[in-house]
């Protein structure tokens, strides 16, 4: 674990909310890291004496955000879906595609096949261009096996991430992704086996259970009864719910506390009211609207509603290639109603927040040192520049990993 002065900080990101404005922004800061936890951040003439020792590094006035949390991926997975993207394009739907056996079936067909060592390399490869470009914790789920043995194989890789590169993996199990084609005339059946089999089988290697709870997958019903026993097995819940309609999955996440309800693209006042009242946190994907060429998530009607707001990549196969969390925050701001400090506070204090992790995406005394130097004075030139990567370093745990 290493110890680090950073001197020189033109602007720095806290989001502590002990400091002024949402994103607690200290200008000509310094910041200290002792065995790879912030141990003081502030303005660069309050440095204490004890600190002046550590080895430094000048970031000549750039600007040091905390790294990105990106709160929901679906980043293990083999086969190529370019051809459905194009079929998108011209003008068949996602649904259509998916009930046609396309979509999700053509990743479980493609994951099921790959070897393991295949999986992790394409995993690791994704994961490898996120660290580059700024993204120091990844949530990946499971959900593309579908039977006992991949959902555990995906599960594994995942893991297995951390191993080859320096970023951290949150796992969520998704083994109620959708009813594969070999259920799909005993659908409760599958769920028996997603409840029976592969939720024990599961525990320990995952933090979360996540259910696609939505027309053409799993309904409220059988998405309360996965959710409740995998709080039994020690999973928390999310859900990816409202995405395709309103499918009662955001109410869902309400009533049962979920740590998150994702997507969210057709939710009513009510859900937001509810959301907000329980403090389940809200994940929308700009991306995924511009991919699937639809009104962007209601991050605005969201923040505004008191919900807290996430926003994340969504890296997946179908409804969202994308692996660039700055991209995003652009996406959040250009298309979904955040102000840049609203959309870089989702992309790292609220992407923690809804992983429950309470001492990442800040920079406070005691949080993980997982900090990015910028290409640019402000974070501002994120949003301003979108598409162009920005991060100049990635520091993960205090120790310069990527430059
Ligand atoms: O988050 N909506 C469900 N799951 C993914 C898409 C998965 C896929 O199309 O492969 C999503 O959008
Ligand atoms: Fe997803």
Request: glycine letters at 10%; charged letters at 20%.
């Amino acid at each position: 674990m290493t110890d680090l002065l950073l001197t020189g900080i033109g602007q720095l990101v806290t989001n502590d909310s002990d400091r002024d404005g949402l994103l607690g922004l200290v200008t000509d800061a310094a910041v200290a890291v002792k065995g790879g936890r912030v141990a003081w951040a502030g303005p660069e003439s309050e440095l204490l004496k004890e600190f002046r020792e550590l080895p430094e590094l000048d970031c000549s006035g750039r600007a040091v955000i905390p790294g990105f949390v990106d709160s929901h991926t679906h980043l293990v997975f083999a086969g190529d879906r370019s051809d459905e993207f194009a079929q998108r394009l011209r003008g068949d739907s996602y649904e259509e595609i998916l009930a046609a056996g396309g979509g999700i079936h053509s990743t479980v067909a493609a994951t099921r096949a790959e070897k393991t060592n295949l999986l992790l390399n394409g995993a690791v490869h994704r994961a490898k261009r996120m660290l580059g470009m700024g993204t120091t914790t990844v949530e990946v789920k499971s959900g593309y096996g579908l039977d006992l043995q991949t959902e555990i194989r995906m599960l594994e890789v995942a893991r297995a991430i951390s191993d080859h590169l320096a970023i951290d993996v949150v796992r969520t199990f998704l083994g109620a992704h959708v009813v594969p084609a070999e259920y799909s005339d005993d659908r409760a059946g599958y769920v028996r086996l997603v409840i029976e089999q592969m939720l024990p089988a599961a525990a320990g290697h995952a933090d979360f259970c996540d259910v696609f709870c939505d027309d053409g997958a799993f309904t409220v019903d059988e998405a309360r009864e996965i959710l409740t026993v995998a709080a039994r097995h020690g999973m928390k819940a999310r859900l990816h719910a409202n995405q395709l309609g309103h499918s009662g999955g955001a109410a869902l996440a309400a009533e049962i506390g979920a740590a998150s309800a994702d997507h969210l693209d057709h939710v009513t006042q009510d859900d937001l009211a509810r959301l907000a009242a329980t403090g389940t946190a809200a994940v929308v994907f700009p991306s995924v609207s511009l991919s699937m060429r639809i009104d962007p998530p209601p991050a605005r009607q969201l923040w505004d509603a008191g919900v807290s707001v996430a926003i994340a990549t969504d890296c997946n196969p179908g409804t969202s290639y994308v692996e660039n969390m700055q991209l995003v925050v652009g996406l959040a701001t250009l298309t979904a109603g955040l102000t840049p400090e609203e959309a870089l506070w989702a992309a790292t204090r609220g992407g923690a927040t809804a992983l429950q992790l309470a001492d990442k995406g800040h920079v406070t005394p005691g949080a993980v040192a997982d900090l990015l130097m910028l290409e640019a004075d402000t974070y501002l030139e994120i949003p301003y520049r979108p598409g162009t990567d920005l991060v100049r370093m990635v520091i993960k745990d205090g120790e310069p990993v990527v430059s």
